[in-house]
């Protein structure tokens, strides 16, 4: 074939997906818009949830991850650059969206969580929407597996405050992340130590400790699935996310060792108190074509979880109100087929 005909071919083909997805997207939009008060679900086997980090941009605006960590620790509402206000959060996703439960992001409220009075007004609007606060988020508050002590015990007690404030706003766990730097048993160790502290912290108040896979050694299912075998706590479980089995990458984006996906869900299963359906890219059918959906909710089946699963959308193509829409039909659709 020569490459001019290729060319066209190829051209044709994009032409005809993207022409796929957009009616595709438009009746998952208008399925969702004329059904948007019926969010009981009762016909799946899990319950729908929405991350927060699905609307990054829309309250960021376009982050520069250069300058957001330095800007965060001095000064959190300057990162606040988006269209709307993180406050409004449970009315997005409950008008918008037709889903009733939600799971913040601390990031957004980085330098609220000791205000009583925002505390009480974000609580207050989730009861007032009917929304159920589900988890909350916790990224840039040191390395539970940090193999220096005295880092780890601080990164542990910089999660008290969000312990205290997703029990105050009726979650039942915080998520966190079990990272370190150092060989893998050493920063097992540490995070086994870490975790552990946590825990007993957190159980408390009876909020649940949740790790995700989220980069390093934490995307290798067997190692993760191995520190939480070591902490042994009732109220230490796993949150696996599809899509985050990346263990090294090269770059900001590309994945250059990536652990099977499968395998890490039916590894990090047994240990889950949460599940997040990571989306990026879809088909003009309407599949994730990094994931299959059925085969990854047949695991979660099969696990015999029954609990929430966030719609959790990273994508590009799409804009976020699409991505969240596209990734909630697709799961009540592959949920409807399992249940």
């Not at 208008?30 to 729908?48: G, R």
């Not at 009480?120 to 040191?142: F, Y």
């Not at 969240?324 to 949920?335: F, H, Q, S, W, Y």
């Amino acid at each position: 074939m020569n490459f001019t005909r290729r060319k066209a071919i190829k051209t044709m083909g994009a032409g005809l997906a993207a022409y796929g997805m957009l009616n595709w997207t438009a009746c998952a939009n208008k399925a969702v818009k004329s059904n948007v008060s019926d969010t009981s679900m009762k016909d799946l086997f899990f319950k729908i949830s929405l991350a927060q980090w699905s609307l990054h941009r829309t309250f960021f605006g376009e982050v520069n991850f250069l300058t957001f960590a330095n800007a965060l620790q001095t000064d959190p509402d300057s990162v606040l650059k988006g269209k709307r206000d993180p406050i409004d959060f449970p009315m997005i996703a409950r008008k918008e969206f037709g889903v009733d439960a939600v799971e913040f992001v601390n990031t957004f409220y980085y330098g609220k969580v000791k205000d009583k009075l925002y505390m009480k007004d974000l609580k207050d609007r989730c009861n007032s929407e009917g929304v159920q606060p589900v988890l909350i988020m916790c990224d840039a508050l040191g390395n539970l597996g940090d193999t220096d002590a005295a880092k780890r015990k601080a990164a542990v007690e910089n999660h008290y405050p969000w312990v205290e404030a997703a029990k105050f706003l009726g979650c039942h766990s915080i998520r966190v992340n079990a990272a370190g730097e150092g060989t893998a048993d050493e920063v097992r160790d540490a995070a086994v130590q870490g975790l552990g502290s946590l825990s007993e912290y957190g159980a408390k108040s009876g909020i649940s400790v949740i790790v995700e896979n989220h980069g390093g050694y934490s995307s290798d299912g067997q190692w993760l699935a191995s520190v939480m075998q070591q902490v042994g706590s009732d109220n230490c479980g796993t949150l696996p996310d599809f899509g985050n089995f990346c263990i090294k990458r090269k770059g900001w984006t590309e994945c250059e060792v990536e652990y099977d996906r499968y395998q890490g869900m039916r590894e990090l299963m047994p240990f889950a108190k949460g599940v997040s359906a990571k989306t990026h890219d879809f088909d003009a059918d309407g599949n994730e074509i990094h994931t299959d959906f059925r085969k990854m909710l047949q695991i979660v089946k099969d696990a015999g979880y029954t609990g929430y699963i966030d719609i959790e959308y990273e994508g590009r193509k799409l804009s976020e109100p699409d991505g969240i829409r596209v990734t909630k039909k697709l799961l009540e659709l592959v949920g409807a087929e399992l249940s």
